[in-house]
Nanobody
């Protein structure tokens, strides 16, 4: 199973920016899909950005499209989430997830298709 460690969260003012990082390890096999999810208190976990590594094709939820950007550096085994124009509604725990099986495009923001998860990093956006 893939090990994932997130970092980069913290407090930020509305309108500000943060960059989350996730380092993955524990496998020499291909990781087909990497993604970012978030969970606010009392809410379900929400898939917000995903990348299909063989093509570096990306997918975003409507809630973050145009403000967030997912990217990766294969040489550093790292996944990133650049978050711009942050809003209080973006507050939550952010998780990195991985799947070593291919996931169909329309399923890439669904948590049940990912089998490895990080411990999360907290993002708090104040108004």
């Amino acid at each position: 199973q893939v090990q994932l460690v997130e970092s980069g969260g913290g407090p930020v003012q509305a309108g500000g920016a943060l960059r989350l990082s996730c380092v993955h390890s524990g496998t020499t096999s291909i990781i087909f899909n990497l993604a970012w999810f978030r969970q606010a208190p009392g809410k379900e976990r929400e898939g917000i950005a995903a990348i299909y590594t063989p093509l570096d094709s990306t997918k975003y939820s409507d809630s973050v499209k145009g403000r967030f950007a997912i990217s990766r550096d294969a040489a550093k085994n790292s996944l990133y989430l650049q978050m711009n124009t942050l809003e209080p509604a973006d507050t939550g725990m952010y998780y990195c997830a991985a799947s070593q099986e291919p996931i169909k495009s329309y399923d890439r923001l669904h948590a049940q298709y990912y089998d490895s998860w990080g411990q999360g990093t907290q993002v708090t956006v104040s108004s």
